[in-house]
């Protein structure tokens, strides 16, 4: 009720400043997310497709520096895209300071692009291959069940569940974004679409918790307050 009030009272409540900011972290946090399901799939992608070089190939450095390239790039790629936003910020009065984007249409075709059809098109052509590559992985281990030992079992299972994890976020995000660059692109009214949009990576943490009992009891071991007390970190979790 109080976010439809905002929504739907917008110059009531959020001057020109506000709207600025609002739109702007929207923006960043919506592109980070969308970088981070494309580094998702590539290392599902290299976990599946290529298990024995993971290791070497998924480091801790190269991951810390692939997500802060993201992050860096989705609050460059928020300023340009926002430019006019900004600044017009003196020239948002009409209709009482409503609260809306200014975006262009080139820079609004771009985005289109950038945030949705090139991050699609990655994750689908990984998603391809890692699914080719489960496929015959699956077979070979149908074919030599016998022959091979109960960890090395497992762990492809793991990998596996991972994958299906990740189809089923990369599909969850198609029908998040879809309808809105649908409805922003034929000029429809996008109020419900964007708050679609929005939510589009808070589903994210639903579906791992329905997948994974290990992230369902870190979850009631953070709520619960139980990871401030003493020896939390050597609780049993997997």
């Not at 020109?16 to 992608?45: E, K, N, P």
């Not at 890692?130 to 016998?146: G, K, N």
Request: glycine letters at 2%; hydrophobic letters at 50%; charged letters at 10%.
């Amino acid at each position: 009720m109080p976010t439809e009030i905002i929504l739907m009272q917008s110059c009531m409540f959020l001057d020109t400043i506000s709207c600025a900011v609002f739109f702007l972290f929207s923006f960043i946090l919506t592109s980070a997310s969308v970088g981070s399901m494309v580094l998702i799939s590539v290392d599902r992608y290299v976990a599946i497709c290529y298990p024995l070089r993971y290791s070497s190939m998924i480091t801790t450095r190269r991951v810390q520096i692939c997500m802060s390239l993201s992050w860096y790039c989705a609050v460059t790629y928020s300023f340009m895209l926002l430019k006019d936003h900004l600044s017009q910020i003196d020239l948002l009065n009409s209709c009482f300071q409503e609260c809306f984007p200014v975006i262009n249409y080139i820079f609004g075709a771009v985005d289109l692009l950038v945030t949705f059809f090139c991050p699609l098109t990655v994750i689908i052509v990984l998603y391809m291959r890692v699914f080719v590559v489960a496929v015959s992985q699956a077979r070979v281990m149908r074919s030599q069940i016998s022959a091979l030992k109960s960890n090395t079992i497992t762990v492809k299972r793991s990998e596996m569940r991972a994958a299906r994890t990740v189809g089923v976020i990369l599909l969850v995000f198609v029908l998040c974004l879809l309808p809105f660059y649908s409805s922003f692109i034929a000029g429809h009214d996008i109020t419900v679409q964007i708050w679609l949009f929005y939510c589009n990576s808070s589903f994210n943490p639903l579906i791992y918790a329905f997948f994974y009992p290990w992230f369902r009891k870190s979850v009631k071991v953070i709520v619960s307050l139980q990871i401030l007390q003493p020896g939390s970190c050597a609780a049993k979790i997997m």
